[in-house]
């Protein structure tokens, strides 16, 4: 069995983690990343994944020395949110922050997101990466975690599990999670209106959840329809023809008949959240932290920012000589991401409950809700600061996550 150590052990390999990498890069912290997707296993296909990138996101993914913007990315430049049948909406336009980019985010395909991230990585001199396999078997010492594969065996002062929520880590290690299934899954797909609608993102609330469009490259949308599990088996098993009469029927109504569809894929709707004790060597990112409703896309733009995070607390660290497991670097970094995490939480799983409920005073409700909000410019500026991730709390604040015009907060 090969033995192999380090300062910082990184599962996974997908954006969160690698982003991780790339916001050490300038550190003297031996990395070493380990893939624990399944060997014999068949990788997804991620060409019809796509990852809303909040303007936050952009910017500090640029500082972190990935070209920018990213291939075929799609601006959002508007985000209508609306409620089938009743009127009343929201619109969340650009020109709200002042931005320089004239954009809220932009929608970029996950495998392009992935492979940018690679590029710089190829300047990260003190990174190591390896392709293990799902781990097998853990120990804490007092000074490092030890993590066992059948022909591997890692010793690091610290792991961090970036790995998507995938690995049967959180058993191995006993975590606390909280967490529930929401009874829905989620349809995706690419499609294409009938007339081109650049730039302009549409969340819109059924009875069953949120059906967003997200627009990409040549005029096309990719959408997350939200369903219970029988409805969903059901559409999915559509003919094109029959899918999209049937998206038809739910689309809001500001947006033109949608034509064309691509492949669907399926997946279930549920969120968790996981708690490492900070005596255990182990700092918790992205999905395997916490698993959000996609409702806004909050998902990676949240790994992103615990990753840059944990990056500057372990480069501070560093230069100090300390220990990058120690507990009390593990305690700062849990109270630092506390509140940004609990907000977007509160925000995405409130929204979800909110606007699902068919009660027609409920729905009333919200409609004088929308209006009132979309004639508030103060409160329309307040969201789209917000989403677009670049007004985030103050006790989230590290010097290290200042982005133009707002600091990551």
Aim: glycine share 8%; hydrophobic share 45%.
């Amino acid at each position: 069995m090969r033995t192999l150590t380090a300062d910082l052990a990184i599962l996974g390999n997908g954006p969160v983690a690698r982003s991780l990498v790339l916001a050490l890069a300038d550190s003297p912290l031996r990395v070493l990343m380990l893939d624990t997707y399944p060997l014999a296993q068949a990788r997804p296909r991620l060409t019809e994944r796509t990852i809303a990138l909040a303007l936050g996101s952009h910017r500090l993914l640029r500082r972190l020395g990935v070209a920018m913007p990213l291939a075929d990315a799609a601006a959002i430049r508007t985000v209508q949110i609306t409620q089938q049948g009743i009127s009343g909406r929201v619109l969340l336009e650009h020109s709200l922050l002042h931005a320089p980019e004239q954009r809220l985010g932009e929608v970029v395909g996950l495998e392009i997101l992935t492979d940018a991230l690679a590029m710089p990585l190829a300047t990260c001199r003190t990174l190591q990466q390896e392709s293990p396999g799902p781990l097998q078997a853990l120990q804490w010492f007092p000074d490092r975690v030890q993590l066992d594969w059948p022909d591997l065996r890692v010793e690091a002062a610290l792991t961090v599990v970036a790995d998507g929520g995938h690995s049967d880590l959180a058993r191995l290690a006993g975590l606390r999670r909280m967490g529930w299934d929401h009874n829905r899954h989620a349809i995706i797909a690419t499609v294409t209106p009938q007339q081109p609608l650049p730039g302009i993102a549409f969340e819109h609330f059924l009875e069953s959840g949120p059906l967003a469009f997200l627009p990409i490259g040549k005029d096309q949308f990719s959408i997350v329809w939200s369903l219970r599990p029988g409805d969903a088996s059901r559409i999915l098993d559509l003919s094109d023809a029959d899918f999209l009469e049937a998206l038809n029927r739910q689309r809001p109504s500001s947006l033109p008949p949608l034509v064309t569809t691509g492949p669907r894929s399926v997946y279930p709707l549920f969120f968790q959240r996981f708690w490492a004790d900070p005596g255990q060597r182990l700092a918790l990112a992205g999905n395997a932290a916490q698993t959000l409703h996609p409702l806004a896309g909050q998902g990676y733009n949240l790994g992103l920012r615990d990753v840059l995070t944990l990056g500057a607390l372990l480069r501070e660290a560093a230069e100090r000589g300390d220990d990058p497991g120690s507990r009390s670097l593990l305690a700062d970094y849990s109270r630092t991401r506390r509140r940004d995490r609990l907000e977007t939480i509160a925000f995405t799983e409130t929204m979800n409950r909110l606007f699902s409920s068919p009660r027609l005073p409920l729905r009333l409700a919200r409609a004088a809700a929308l209006t009132l909000l979309d004639q508030t410019s103060l409160g329309k500026r307040e969201l789209a600061a917000r989403l677009a991730g670049i007004h985030l709390p103050v006790q989230s604040a590290i010097p290290d996550l200042v982005t133009d015009g707002y600091h990551v907060r």
